[in-house]
């Protein structure tokens, strides 16, 4: 009698463990591959996106050139000219005040997609969507939080260089 109850409880354990394959429930016999983050904040110059205060950005790129306003929030874009990783001006968006918030590099000179390939290499996201000016085509490499935005008259130039914290939804 001992032996056939222990004899129904491994069927009815075999049975549940078979269902729980079959439906996709049970854990994986295998090593599972550990997902790579939506978004990585970005880094530039070793100033963290999200992050980094606005005294480390004084301490590694210095006084801006010039302070606006970003018109959507009111919060300050601290201004520079910089040389890499291509030559251009760069905004730093100060949050709150205290926090950076992400920075924006639009390059002096016509920067291409290959170029930009070559530097961040061929592992990124591609999106396109329609706009009221044309359409909106963007390189994300969500591993390094940056995000590149294609001129719409010439898909095959940069328009901006986006460091952010989270992923990039351009208006």
Known sequence: ????????????????????????????????????????????????????????????????????????????????????????SLEAYIKGGTILGGFTLRPSRQVTRAEIIKMFGPNYRYSKRPTASGSLEMLAYPDRGIAIILQFENNEAVDLIIYSAKPVNPH
Request: charged share 20%; glycine share 6%; net charge positive.
């Open 1 to 88: 009698m001992w032996q056939q109850t222990e004899l129904r409880k491994v069927r009815i354990a075999t049975i549940l463990l078979l269902a729980a394959l079959l439906s996709g429930q049970a854990p994986s016999l295998h090593a599972q591959k550990k997902q790579a983050p939506a978004w990585t904040p970005a880094a530039y110059r070793g100033l963290t996106v999200g992050s980094s205060s606005k005294e480390d950005v004084l301490r590694v790129l210095g006084m801006p050139s010039s302070i606006s306003k970003d018109s959507d929030s009111g919060e300050p874009l601290w201004n520079y000219q910089v040389s890499d990783p291509f030559p251009g």
